[in-house]
């Protein structure tokens, strides 16, 4: 069964500090992966969207890496802000062919930036 | 332009009662979702469709009902509600399978 694993589940760190923030995935054949933020009471946003080919990608002070070989990502967020606080979802999507079931999302990081 | 909309923002149902949920995208995108959320569960995929006219069962259809008569409309219906219906769903929307999905506010459900 595709699955995929986020940790920490939260997270609490200090204004200006750095953080990452871990996923873990089992699915199969791979597409691509995607890191949203959801702040509180609102829908998910798309920060990144990696194909297997990518790396690193960056989107302002947060950049995504992956490692498709040991089906890992990261979340990096640098000089965190006050607006960071929000949760963060990994999507995998496993789509060769067609199918939105084919999306696997995580169950989110909850971070929370304190002054 | 206003992306992806949802209303109603809040709805208070009685056990056995119907509603329908509107979705509206104005980008044009073939494919739209309706999700639901729960706390400690993550999102997971009621029903989607892939163009006006379609729509395909998720990971968890049981108890909903969607249509897709206009492409910039997925409407979401629940004929008889019931408690474990409670939940807040999220209408989303993609340019294709593989692009990113820009989702609605979302539509905060109680079912007494």
């Known amino acids: 069964k595709n699955q995929v694993e986020q940790s920490p589940q939260s997270l609490i760190i200090l204004e200006g500090k750095n953080c990452t923030l871990q996923?873990?995935?089992?699915?199969?054949?791979?597409?691509?992966l995607r890191w949203y933020k959801q702040d509180t009471g609102r829908g998910p946003v798309s920060l990144t969207i990696?194909?297997?080919?990518?790396n690193t990608k960056s989107n302002g002070r947060y950049t995504a890496t992956l490692d498709a070989d040991t089906k890992q990502s990261s979340l990096h967020i640098t000089a965190s802000q006050l607006s960071d606080s929000a949760s963060y979802i990994c999507?995998?999507?496993?789509?060769?062919?067609?199918?939105?079931?084919?999306?696997?999302f995580g169950k989110g990081t909850h971070l929370i930036i304190q002054p | 332009n206003a992306g992806v909309t949802q209303t109603p923002k809040f709805r208070v149902l009685k056990t056995g009662q119907s509603m329908t949920l509107l979705c509206a995208q104005d980008?044009?995108?073939?494919?739209m979702y309706w999700y639901r959320q729960d706390p400690g569960m993550g999102l997971r995929l009621i029903h989607y469709?892939?163009?006006?006219?379609?729509?395909a069962k998720g990971e968890v259809p049981d108890g909903y009902n969607v249509s897709r008569l206009k492409k910039q409309n997925f409407l979401l219906g629940l004929e008889s509600a019931a408690p474990s219906q409670t939940s807040v769903y999220f209408c989303?929307?993609?340019?294709?399978?593989?692009?990113?999905?820009?989702f609605g506010p979302g539509t905060r459900l109680t079912v007494l």
């Open positions: 989303a929307s993609s340019y294709s399978i593989r692009s990113r999905q820009f």
């Open positions: 996923c873990n995935y089992t699915v199969s054949p791979f597409s691509n």
């Open positions: 990696m194909t297997f080919s990518e």
């Open positions: 999507v995998v999507s496993a789509m060769p062919g067609g199918g939105a079931d084919g999306l696997t």
């Open positions: 980008m044009n995108h073939e494919y």
């Open positions: 469709s892939v163009g006006e006219g379609t729509t």
